[in-house]
C-alpha cells in the first residue's frame, strides 16, 4: 500500500466497512512541509490545527520524560557504570527508530499511527490493542504519589497512606488542569522544570566535584576510584538486571512524536530535539554517577533505601540538606507529570477520534479550550483510581510494573517493521531508509526483545520485584493488557455484528471544535 493509497483507499474486513485515513497526506512527496502559515498545518483528517511547540519546547517534552524523579538515575546499584554508556547507545538507536517514523507521520498519535501502517488488516485489531495499553495503564500514578511522598518530606510531615494519596491526587489535577485550559502556560512550566532539572543535575555534579576536593562530613571517604571493579558481579542475572534497569532509565525520548501535529516544522524539529535530548541526558547521567561514587560508598549507594543523591548530599553537606533535595524531586516528578500526562492526553484523543472506544466523540473534542481536556480527564480517571484504590505492597508494585512492560513490545515491533518497509517497500511506499538507520533499528528492536523477555528470567538474590506475587507477573499482565484489546475487537467488531445482523460502516464526522473524527453506524447485512 502506497502513502497515497493508505489515505483513500477503501477496506472491509468481516464486519466492518471503513474509509481508511492510515497514512493521508498533503502530497504524494513524502509528506511534504505544509504549504499554510508557518504555525498552522492541516493534520492528517483536513483539519487546520495550530502548531504551538518550538524546538525548546520539543526538548523539554523529552526530557521531563526520561528525567523523572531521578529514581533510577540516582539509584545507582548496577555492577558495571559501562551500562550506562551501552543504555545511551541503545537509546540513540531507539530515539532514531521514532525520528524515521514521525518524518512518516509528523501528526499526533504516536505509535497508533505507526502499528497501524504496519498491520492494516484485521481492520481495527491493532488499534483496539493498543488502546488497552494506552487508556487502562495509569502512566503517571507512580510519579505523582513521589511528588506526594517528597513534597510532605520537604514540608517536614509523615508522609502518611491518605495524605500521601491527596497530595498526589493535588498533582496530577493540577497537570490535567494546566494542559487543559492553558495549553501555553502548561508548556511554558514544563520548560522552566526542565531548565529546573538542569540546574539540579548540576548541582548533583557539582557536589561530587566538592566530595572528590575530601570536603566531607563522613569517615572514612569513599575510596570507590581506588577499587572500581571490586565486589562486581559478572553472573548472568545480574548482568540482566543491571541492563534491564538502565535502558529503563533512558525511556521517553519518543514523548514529542504524540504531539507532533502542534510541533512547528515537525521534521526539522524532531531530528535536532530527539538526539539533543537524549546528549544532554547521556552527559548529565555519566557525570552523576561519578558524583555519587565521589561522595558515597557502594555499601550506602548499594544498601540504602534512599535516593543515591540523598547521600551524597547529607555527606557532603550534612543532614539538613536532605530536605532541600526533596524539593527537588518533588519539582522534578511535577516535571515528570506534566510531560506523560501532555501525551497521554492526547493519545486517547486520537483513539477517540478513531470512533473503536466507547463515548468516541467525548474523548476525541477539542473542545471549549482547543486542548484534549477529556483526553487528559480520561488519563487522570485512571490514575486517580489506581492510586486510591490499590494498597500499597504487591498489587500496587504489580499495576506499576505491568504500565512499562507492554511498551517493550511495541518497541521491538515498530523498529523491526522500519527494516521490513525498507526493504518490502517502493519510494513511494515509504520514505529512504539508510543502512545505519536499519542498524539502529535492528539494535532497539532486539534491546526491546531482551526487555519483555527478561522479566521471565529468575531474578538474582535480593532482586525480587514483589513480596508474594511470582517475579514474572508484570510480564504476563503486560500480556494480558493486549489480550483485553483483542477481546474488545473481537466482541465489537465481530461477534456482536455477526450476532445482531449488522455491520459496521465508518464514517467521517466533523465535531462542533472543528475537529474531523469517525463513528460507526449499525447498517443490517
Not at 483536513?46 to 526538548?59: E, F, K, N, P, Y
Not at 488502546?131 to 510532605?152: H, I, P
Not at 495524605?163 to 488542569?177: K, N, P
Not at 551524597?312 to 536532605?322: D, I, M, T
Request: aromatic share 14%; glycine share 10%.
Amino acid at each position: 500500500m502506497s502513502l497515497r493509497a493508505a489515505g483513500e483507499s477503501y477496506d472491509s474486513y468481516g464486519s466492518i466497512v471503513e474509509r481508511r485515513p492510515l497514512l493521508a497526506t498533503k502530497n504524494s512527496d513524502d509528506l511534504a512541509e505544509p504549504t499554510t502559515a508557518p504555525d498552522e498545518d492541516t493534520n492528517a483528517e483536513g483539519t487546520l490545527q495550530r502548531r504551538q511547540i518550538g524546538l525548546v519546547s520539543a526538548v523539554f517534552i523529552i526530557f521531563n520524560r526520561i528525567i523523572g524523579t531521578g529514581q533510577r538515575i540516582l539509584k545507582t546499584d548496577q555492577p558495571r557504570r559501562t551500562m550506562w554508556l551501552i543504555g545511551a547507545i541503545i537509546s540513540a538507536a531507539g530515539t532514531q527508530v521514532y525520528i524515521t517514523w514521525g518524518t512518516a507521520f509528523p501528526w499526533n498519535g504516536g505509535e497508533k499511527n505507526y502499528l497501524e501502517y504496519l498491520f492494516p488488516k484485521p481492520s481495527y485489531l491493532i488499534t483496539s490493542m493498543y488502546a488497552s495499553n494506552g487508556v487502562l495503564l495509569a502512566w503517571t500514578a507512580g510519579n505523582s504519589l513521589v511528588f506526594g511522598e517528597y513534597m510532605l518530606k520537604a514540608l517536614n510531615l509523615e508522609p502518611t497512606r491518605w495524605g500521601l494519596r491527596f497530595v498526589a491526587l493535588a498533582c496530577i489535577t493540577f497537570a490535567m488542569l494546566l494542559h487543559g485550559t492553558a495549553l501555553n502556560w502548561g508548556l511554558r512550566l514544563q520548560n522552566f522544570l526542565g531548565i529546573f532539572k538542569l540546574l539540579v543535575l548540576f548541582i548533583v555534579v557539582g557536589t561530587g566535584f566538592v566530595a572528590l576536593s575530601g570536603h566531607l562530613h563522613v569517615e572514612p571517604p569513599p575510596r570507590n576510584f581506588e577499587r572500581v571493579f571490586e565486589g562486581t558481579k559478572l553472573d548472568a542475572s545480574s548482568l540482566c538486571v543491571c541492563l534491564y534497569n538502565v535502558l529503563w532509565s533512558y525511556v521517553g525520548f519518543s514523548n514529542v512524536n504524540y504531539a507532533l501535529s502542534e510541533v512547528k516544522n515537525p521534521k526539522r524539529t524532531i531530528r535536532i530535539a530527539g538526539p539533543l535530548a537524549i546528549g544532554i541526558v547521556t552527559v548529565l547521567y555519566m557525570l552523576a554517577n561519578i558524583a555519587y561514587l565521589a561522595g558515597a560508598s557502594k555499601e550506602e549507594i548499594v544498601g540504602s533505601g534512599r535516593l543515591v543523591a540523598a547521600l551524597l548530599f547529607r555527606n557532603v553537606y550534612g543532614p539538613q540538606a536532605e530536605r532541600v533535595l526533596s524539593v527537588f524531586v518533588a519539582m522534578s516528578a511535577l516535571g515528570n507529570v506534566l510531560a506523560v500526562i501532555f501525551a497521554q492526553g492526547r493519545v486517547n484523543q486520537e483513539l477517540g477520534r478513531e470512533g473503536i472506544i466507547p463515548f468516541s466523540k467525548f474523548w476525541a473534542s477539542n473542545r471549549p479550550f482547543n486542548a484534549p481536556l477529556t483526553g487528559l480527564w480520561l488519563h487522570w480517571l485512571v490514575c486517580v483510581i489506581t492510586m486510591f484504590a490499590l494498597h500499597p505492597g504487591d498489587a500496587y508494585n504489580f499495576v506499576i510494573n505491568t504500565i512499562s512492560y507492554p511498551l517493550s513490545v511495541i518497541n521491538a515491533v515498530i523498529s523491526f517493521g522500519v527494516i521490513y518497509l525498507s526493504r518490502r517497500s517502493t519510494p513511494s511506499q515509504w520514505p529512504r531508509v539508510g543502512p545505519y538507520a536499519q542498524l539502529a533499528a535492528l539494535s532497539f528492536g532486539l534491546a526491546n526483545v531482551f526487555l519483555f523477555v527478561a522479566p521471565f528470567v529468575p531474578p538474582p538474590p535480593g532482586g525480587h520485584p514483589y513480596e508474594v506475587l511470582p517475579y514474572w507477573t508484570h510480564a504476563v499482565g503486560g500480556w494480558a493488557i493486549f489480550g483485553l484489546g483483542f477481546a474488545y475487537w473481537f466482541v465489537w467488531a465481530m461477534l456482536l455484528p455477526w450476532w445482531g445482523r449488522y455491520r459496521l460502516v465508518r464514517m467521517e464526522v466533523k465535531g462542533s471544535d472543528g475537529l474531523v473524527g469517525h463513528s460507526f453506524s449499525r447498517i443490517p447485512s
